[in-house]
């Protein structure tokens, strides 16, 4: 057993070089429990009348040694142990079975709610954003925004419960509920349908029915247009099946009029511009720094009748505060929240429009900002945002900046040829969108944009600290796989490398989760490893020490199915991944016969 003391000694001393305990005259507590701790792993190796248990006590002592081990969080163990493997159509992955990492936290799914009840279950949960926020005490907490969904679609089909049975109308009170629809003469939802439609959508009929193939009935107002031939229920395949407005004064006019029970509170008033796809943001915070166990969902802002979307926090170390920017009315506000007491409570929201100038409006993210912690301007936050109209009047990525801790912006010029920024040259063009934003360990930004369609991404760089980006000079390695369509992706940087995660299969669908790394500022990502085989959608990264201090994990929140749900976007689950990755090659991307 000389052995056994004399490797339980190197431990020791290499896990508090490496973790800054003490060492010299006395151990620290944790050094010695991390000590007891080994000693019953190699006692139970060499008490077994297995030799193979004794070897692999010896081999995980030998893997703390040489630095290869995986930091475990407390109180739960990260990823298992893992193999890695070749596949020629999948590139090289981390084998960890046909699931993925096996320690895996679903932290958003179809039918939950915040703990306050502030809203009823929603089915779908999308867009995760993390960030990192440190606290007074040394401690730090994780945080995954999300928006909250009422309807189904998007990457994510729920099977709703079924919608109660109309209640009997007679037909007086069915005329008083159509009279109702068709004197709401200053109603923005009215008024909307009226410019949409210029064929007449009027006159309305009181309905109790759906908006799309999967949404709960409800008291509508609808146009004629989006209804049956006869006009007795709202259908799919009508002339115009959004020709309608939900309107909650509908439901206390029914119980007023027609006898069907007390009058509902009141609701609140649906957006005209939302079209229906109605949702708010939520969070959910860790209770610990290493994101093991999470605390319940809480509502940050909206309501059932907006359509607020794209959450994305960066942490202000200047002032100790954590910000959030999001867009809402159909991408036609941009809006800042900020918590000051480490996400415990939040100041009113502000608008940006005027400060935004050409990019009023843009959707931040989707994922976070980013704040400068290297060079001369360290404490600058960045955030890059994008314009994705329905009518096709806006498309685009701007950045802004701000060197006051986010109490004013300003947006940064971009460079590139003139058929790929606008005239302002405050915009990459055409068809680009969800961007990130990641500075590298050399100090420059990145900036990586999604491209509608393709296959591969755009990039520029700035070396102004975010205030000037040029598209000719982006890193090579920049230019990373995506989705065949276009899909989110994150990055990340720690100590000495950049982290990439994106959804990259054979078949160019929306599956196969995927981590890069880069070590030499983003010119290639040699380095890589699956994450999960099935399907999956937007991500983000986020370093789980503070920066410039070398973690052999990085947490990564991510869309993926889920039992009871179609699609990849079902739910929104939180894992580790290994910073020591093993080398990649690009799956061999299969192109369908024609």
């Known amino acids: 057993q000389i052995d056994y003391i004399i490797i339980i000694h190197q431990v020791a001393r290499k896990m508090a070089a490496q973790h800054g305990w003490m060492w010299s005259c006395g151990c620290s507590r944790r050094t010695l429990l991390c000590v007891v701790v080994l000693c019953i792993v190699l006692a139970a190796g060499s008490a077994s009348n297995s030799g193979q248990d004794r070897e692999g006590s010896l081999s995980l002592v030998k893997e703390v040694l040489s630095g290869t081990h995986l930091h475990q969080p407390h109180s739960q163990s990260i990823v298992p142990p893992v193999a890695v493997k070749t596949s020629e159509s999948m590139g090289s992955t981390v084998d960890v079975g046909s699931t993925g990492f096996v320690d895996t936290l679903t932290l958003f799914k179809p039918m939950d709610r915040p703990a306050d009840n502030s809203t009823e279950a929603l089915p779908c949960w999308r867009i995760p954003a993390t960030v990192r926020v440190p606290l007074a005490s040394g401690d730090a907490r994780l945080f995954v925004f999300a928006e909250g969904r009422w309807t189904n679609g998007d990457g994510c089909d729920v099977p709703l419960p079924p919608s109660p049975p109309p209640p009997p109308i007679a037909p007086k009170c069915q005329e008083l509920l159509d009279e109702w629809c068709n004197g709401q003469l200053t109603n923005p939802c009215f008024d909307a349908m009226k410019k949409a439609y210029t064929n007449g959508s009027f006159p309305l009929y009181a309905r109790f029915d759906r908006g799309t193939a999967s949404a709960t009935k409800s008291w509508r107002c609808y146009s004629h247009l989006s209804l049956s031939p006869d006009h007795s229920h709202w259908s799919n395949t009508s002339t115009q099946p959004k020709a309608y407005c939900t309107q909650p004064g509908l439901e206390a006019v029914v119980a007023q009029r027609c006898g069907s029970g007390p009058s509902p509170g009141p609701s609140p008033t649906p957006q005209p511009e939302c079209a229906g796809y109605h949702r708010a943001i939520f969070y959910r915070s860790s209770l610990d720094a290493n994101g093991t166990a999470w605390g319940p969902i809480h509502r940050l802002d909206g309501d059932s009748g ?289």
């Open 306 to 594: 907006g359509c607020l979307t794209d959450p994305a926090p960066v942490w202000d170390a200047i002032k100790s505060q954590l910000i959030v920017q999001y867009s809402a009315r159909g991408a036609t506000e941009t809006w800042q929240i900020v918590s000051r007491d480490y996400g415990t409570s939040w100041a009113a929201p502000t608008l940006l429009n005027q400060m935004l100038g050409p990019a009023a409006g843009f959707r931040p993210g989707p994922a976070g900002g980013l704040a400068l912690t290297t060079g001369p301007n360290t404490g600058r936050l960045l955030y890059a945002g994008y314009c994705h109209l329905s009518d096709g009047s806006c498309s685009g990525v701007s950045v802004w900046s701000s060197d006051n801790s986010g109490a004013t912006w300003g947006l940064a010029s971009v460079n590139s040829t003139a058929d790929k920024c606008d005239k302002s040259k405050h915009r990459f063009t055409p068809n680009v969108g969800e961007p990130q934003l990641v500075q590298l360990p050399d100090g420059r930004v990145l900036l990586d944009m999604r491209v509608e369609g393709a296959s591969h991404r755009r990039a520029a760089q700035s070396l102004d600290g975010g205030l000037t980006f040029n598209e000719a000079t982006a890193p090579a390695g920049s230019l990373l796989p995506d989705t065949k369509t276009g899909c989110m992706g994150s990055f990340a940087q720690t100590a000495n490398a950049v982290f990439y995660s994106m959804g990259i299969s054979a078949s160019g669908d929306r599956s196969h989760m995927t981590v890069l790394r880069s070590d030499d500022n983003a010119a290639s990502f040699t380095h890589g490893a699956l994450v999960y085989a099935g399907t999956s959608a937007y991500s983000d990264l986020v370093p789980l020490v503070p920066h410039g201090v070398s973690s052999s994990v990085i947490g990564l929140a991510y869309e993926r199915n889920i039992s009871g749900c179609t699609g990849a976007s079902c739910s929104i689950v939180f894992t580790w991944v290994p910073t020591n990755l093993p080398p990649w090659q690009p799956p061999k991307r299969v192109v369908p016969a024609d």
